[in-house]
């Protein structure tokens, strides 16, 4: 009897269920049509050119995450339709040095973007909102003074000169190294001496590289689930981290010990002069607090990932650049040996000042190929944001794309060209405010992508791989 009126119930009930599901397919593809034509045609930021993709959703971007390439990508759509570019429903990319003030500078009416979010710990890096940013710097600042800097040299030293003599080890059978590798192995020694008491020994031992691997899928996966947060929350991030449970369990430890370690030490009253020691002592002059002890882990965890990433991109790519220009390598290495008159005065001080030719293939190094190859998204706050005639409502995600204006020719000559000159010519108020307007360095970003540049990948601070160079003795 049941199974009679179950088969009695379904044949009437089914035109019921179909019209259900018809209306809501319809409804749905209303509002799906109803929010694409808004988003091309309505939406404040409409009149701005970008990929049709790019106008309605943020897998553009997580598409070139993905791939590495979204610096380029954003270059090209510059190249393609002019100064300023849509990236995303609410994302503006702008090609102008005009535009670095009024978002990066002092006073700018922006904060930094919920991609931040996606970092872990709660330091300078990461801090989003600006009260406590502020302090966070203020109390960082205290601990960067010209005097501990130079108290902290000796330790950075250390692990240059470990780093030097593993450089020099088996030059008789001309052993061929890959500097992608080895400027990571003396920045991350040298930040382990002065972050967490002690040097990590990359240059000389095999134990702690599986950190350079973790630091950079960190790098990558914040950078793809920044761009649209929501992969968090459906399993991406444990999809790309699958396979590197224990080796980060192994990070975490052994960076806490080290930590732990360099603390019982300040209480047993060492004489080491490093991060630790004048973060401790560090105060907001505003508040006269310090550091935490939470905020200090945090803080230097992320000196020693952001600082690794960033400093040894800009070593590996100096190297790149001058083998691949002979020339210029000569003068430069003509500059240092007649500048100091032994290895050991190598040493911050006024000798170091007076090799302006070294600074300038630095820095054209960093122009070609600097650390950070995205921009660096701020949200306009309440009152919006005015950048030359441009008008940005509360809420506009911004930023300015350094790969683009690096190698834009306005600021540039031959963007595409290795020139250290362009560094040392003075010829002109204009000239000079245009490269310096031009270029940020460390603070900004770009990257290589093109035939004769150290070819670098966007994981918000870069991946890279190479040079490989043969080191001799000096005869």
């Known amino acids: 009897m049941l199974l009679n009126d179950t088969l009695t119930f379904l044949p009437s009930s089914l035109p019921g269920v179909v019209i259900i599901c018809a209306s809501l397919t319809t409804l749905l593809a209303i509002v799906i049509t109803g929010y694409a034509i808004y988003q091309i045609s309505f939406h ?20 070139h995450a993905f791939r590495g390439d979204r610096h380029l990508a954003i270059f090209e759509l510059h190249q393609r339709y002019g100064t300023v570019v849509r990236i995303g429903p609410h994302h503006i990319s702008i090609n102008s040095a005009s535009a670095l003030g009024p978002i990066y500078g002092h006073g700018a009416n922006v904060q930094k973007s919920t991609l931040y979010a996606s970092f872990y710990g709660n330091n300078l890096l990461t801090a989003v909102d600006k009260k406590t940013h502020g302090r966070k710097k203020r109390v960082m600042s205290s601990a960067f003074s010209d005097q501990a800097l130079r108290n902290m040299e000796p330790h950075i030293l250390s692990a240059i000169r470990d780093w030097c003599s593993a450089l020099g080890k088996n030059y008789e059978d001309s052993a061929l190294k890959g500097h992608g590798h080895w400027s990571t192995c003396v920045v991350f020694d040298a930040l382990g001496e002065v972050c967490f008491g002690r040097s990590f020994e990359s240059s000389c031992s095999d134990e702690n590289h599986f950190f350079f691997a973790l630091m950079s899928l960190n790098m990558y996966i914040i950078n793809i689930v920044g761009q649209m947060p929501i992969l968090r929350s459906l399993g991406v991030e444990p999809y790309l981290r699958r396979g590197t449970a224990a080796n980060r369990q192994r990070q975490v430890a052994f960076a806490g010990k080290q930590l732990r370690t360099r603390l019982e030490a300040d209480k047993s009253g060492t004489n080491r002069r490093d991060i630790i020691y004048y973060l401790l002592r ?19 965890t992320m000196l020693l990932g952001a600082g690794t990433d960033t400093a040894s ?16 390598l000569a003068r430069v290495t003509g500059e240092i040996r007649s500048t100091f008159p ?84 003075r010829d002109s108020e204009h000239r000079e405010g245009a490269l310096r307007n031009g270029w940020l360095g460390f603070s900004a970003v770009g990257a290589g992508g093109r035939d004769g540049e150290y070819k670098i990948r966007d994981h918000f601070a870069a991946g890279k791989e190479g040079p490989v160079l043969q080191f001799q003795r000096r005869i």
């Not at 508040?287 to 002890?293: E, L, Q």
């Open 44 to 63: 404040p930021l409409a009149q701005y050119p970008e990929p049709l993709l790019g106008k309605l959703t943020s897998l553009w971007s997580v598409y």
């Open 282 to 300: 560090a105060q907001d002059p505003e508040t006269g607090k310090g550091y935490s002890d939470s905020e200090l882990i945090s803080e230097v």
């Open 313 to 328: 991109t800009a070593l590996a790519a100096t190297f790149y650049y001058l083998t691949r220009h002979p020339a210029i």
């Open 342 to 425: 032994d290895l050991e005065s190598i040493v911050l001080g006024p000798l170091m000042q007076q090799m302006p030719y070294l600074r300038a293939c630095i820095e054209e190094a960093m122009r070609l190929s600097p650390p950070l190859p995205t921009l660096l998204p701020r949200q306009v706050l309440e009152g919006g944001l005015h950048i030359d005639q441009y008008f940005f409502q509360a809420g506009t995600i911004i930023g300015v794309p350094i790969y683009a204006l690096h190698h834009t020719g306005k600021y540039f000559e031959q963007p595409f060209t290795y020139d250290p000159n362009r560094w040392l010519l």
